[in-house]
């Protein structure tokens, strides 16, 4: 991605702030084709604006459409039908939870099965130790992982990042979409692991020790 | 005192032996599934690994016996409802019987009376085991966490709508460079079957040889139907490592289930004594079910080994 | 898509005047997220409220967005980044025609003439599988491939042949572009893969001089 504020200088014709609605308008315009999460850095090359610009009128239209005052002076109003968040690294409009059992009703296609208690405790686990192999999450988890971890590979919530060099397994780590579909914006958004392990603060050592 | 499985046990299945715990699709999880009672502990079974593991439990108290009768019938129950979740919590049960037998093991050890190399392999795999334990627990602690997390995105539907018409047609002329030999030679090469990828990839520097439980409960089934009655004890003395005493219990576990031994454990503390019940002549070890082949025994069990090795 | 009207009439009755933003919000929330334009009458459906109702809430908000003062007493305000269209019997959300220009720059962004390995492969598979589900194409290719899928319907390599009768998923075919493009008059003239793949056995032969 290149430089936005070097780009506008050298950037073309569109003034947004000629254009009915100004900048603000200029993003929810973009907004409206992108089909994954848009970075701050993307949205301000589209728009030839630095990116700091861009980060205010996100949050702007976000509170906008939460039914908050806009800065724009407008008064505090009813939420709007969609909602404007930040995961995954990127902006990107949702339909706002409530309105859930109507939307699903239209959108019956990208609505994905319910995972399996076995496949939820192997993605925690590859979640918190990642990148890590097939064999360490059989060892944590005390059972066979192979056909849950092929699941979630298919699913798109993890994928393959290279072999390990020891051993020359196979690591697995979470993808993009696995934090798009917990909702979160990087894996340190994740909960803490260390208050479901009580009386043992020392755990990672036997943790390295024995896998 | 009762050992449970409740872990294990899927949320919103009613414990058939538990009448008191509270039952529904979103009931907590540490209150559905397998329940036991014992003489001094009652409830589920993550309770009673709390309990272990703040130390307000001795193991050495915990009839394993009793526990496994329980676990063994409550999985029929199961199988009898037609619940296809019966062998994913068998086979999770079994891990954690299995370390909880090691677990007891290392304590029952008199302090002072260390007199092999595998009573200290035991004293040290130990603290190891609990690790495992709590490890295993605080995972399905944040698999919950993790599972409503998901649950609750799921009702927000993200736009992602197709491209609209003029906008589409923008997009730049596809070059297409791939000849139709190519393009037949991708086919093939993703609809060609995979082989499963190895399980087993990485392990050999563990030095800790697979052990088959198939193996050793032939061993065991030979020794019982020969003579009367057997202590545990007495049926691993000769096994070589904890991966052996594992694998053998496991057997005993999957002989039981095929109703050819019976146990026998006078008290908590006392010991747990084999009885063979089955046919005399035509049972071998290759008669288990197969069900439980796929548990990666050998690979679970080589962690706590090669640990007691470093 | 299942029939909306179909499926509202055994939905658990929401009452949308007791959400958050009403009625009103309700149907944005389903506008912002459809794919396919939606019909009043299965707005309405959706909603349970009649037409006439939906019509004049779908006018409401078109004029909303447009800038205007809306019925519930809005002042007239900037117009937004997108706009409620009624096109071919349904309406939808586009982006506002006035920032195409900005749109269509964010759109060429970082598009390539050229498909993918990825792409290639799934294409591939879509070809000699079709009529296929992507969970099917997944499975095959061990990948999630919901984003490639959409790239090659974008560029009109595949599309929508119905759905599966039995998982009600979206079967894929390819399209007379794809044809074209490879360079073959239909797909029994793609070359013959392997003898004892099921469902290829209607191929014409094709000799081995093709590969």
Chains 1, 3 share one sequence.
């Not at chain 1, 340190?188 to 990672?204: C, K």
């Not at chain 2, 009448?19 to 559905?32: C, I, L, Q």
């Not at chain 2, 016996?65 to 994913?88: H, M, N, P, W």
Request: proline fraction near 7%; charge should be negative; glycine fraction near 8%.
């Amino acid at each position: 991605m290149t430089d936005p504020v070097k780009d506008a200088a050298g950037a073309p014709e569109i003034d947004v702030d000629q254009l009915p609605g100004g900048a603000r308008a200029a993003l929810e315009a973009v907004l409206m084709v992108i089909d994954e999460p848009a970075s701050e850095i993307e949205l301000a090359t589209a728009l030839s604006l630095p990116v700091d610009t861009v980060r205010a009128l996100l949050l702007d239209l976000q509170c906008d459409y939460d039914g908050g005052a806009s800065s724009g002076g407008l008064p505090a109003a009813a939420p709007r039908g969609f909602e404007l968040r930040n995961i995954a690294g990127g902006w990107r409009i949702f339909s706002r939870s409530d309105f859930a059992p109507l939307v699903s009703a239209f959108v019956l296609e990208g609505q994905t099965a319910r995972l399996t208690q076995a496949a939820l405790e192997t993605l925690a686990v590859i979640a918190y130790r990642q990148p890590v192999s097939r064999a360490r999450v059989s060892a944590i988890r005390g059972v066979n992982v192979d056909s849950v971890v092929r699941t979630l590979t298919q699913r798109g919530l993890i994928e393959d990042s290279g072999t390990d060099p020891e051993t020359g397994a196979i690591l697995y780590r979470t993808t993009s979409y696995f934090l798009e579909r917990l909702g979160i914006g990087s894996i340190g958004e994740l909960p803490e692991i260390a208050p479901h392990l009580p009386g043992l603060e020392n755990l990672s050592e036997y943790d390295d020790a024995s896998l | 005192m009762t050992l449970t499985p409740a872990g294990e046990m899927p949320a919103g299945r009613p414990p058939p032996i538990q009448e008191t715990v509270p039952a529904g699709p979103d009931s907590d999880r540490k209150a559905a599934g397998f329940a036991v009672t014992l003489d001094n502990f009652s409830g589920p079974f993550d309770l009673l690994l709390g309990l272990i593991s703040k130390h307000e439990m001795d193991i050495t108290e915990v009839a394993l016996s009793r526990v496994t009768d329980e676990f063994i019938s409550y999985i029929r129950g199961l199988q009898a409802d037609g619940d296809d979740k019966a062998l994913d919590e068998a086979s999770e049960f079994l891990v954690i019987a299995a370390t909880l037998l090691d677990l007891k093991a290392a304590r029952l050890l008199p302090t002072g009376e260390v007199e092999d190399d595998e009573d200290i392999a035991l004293l040290e795999a130990r603290d190891l085991l609990f690790a495992r334990l709590l490890q295993y627990k605080a995972f399905k602690e944040i698999a919950a966490l993790l599972g409503q997390r998901l649950a609750r995105e799921a009702d927000r539907f993200p736009r992602q709508v197709s491209l609209e018409p003029h906008f589409a047609a923008l997009l730049p002329e596809l070059i297409w460079r791939t000849p139709l030999a190519e393009f037949a030679a991708l086919a093939a090469k993703a609809l060609e079957p995979k082989e499963p990828a190895p399980t087993q990839v990485g392990l050999s520097h563990l030095h800790a040889p697979p052990v088959s439980v198939k193996e050793q409960a032939a061993i065991l089934g030979a020794r019982l139907q020969a003579g009367g009655p057997l202590s545990f004890r007495s049926l691993t003395a000769d096994a070589d490592g904890t991966l052996v005493v594992v694998a053998r219990f496991l057997a005993l576990l999957e002989m039981f289930r095929d109703a050819v031994i019976a146990f026998d454990q006078a008290a908590p503390l006392g010991e747990l004594t084999v009885r063979w019940t089955g046919p005399d002549a035509e049972w071998t070890g290759e008669n288990l079910s197969e069900e439980y082949e796929d548990t990666p025994m050998p690979e679970t069990a080589a962690e706590g080994t090669e640990e007691t090795h470093d």
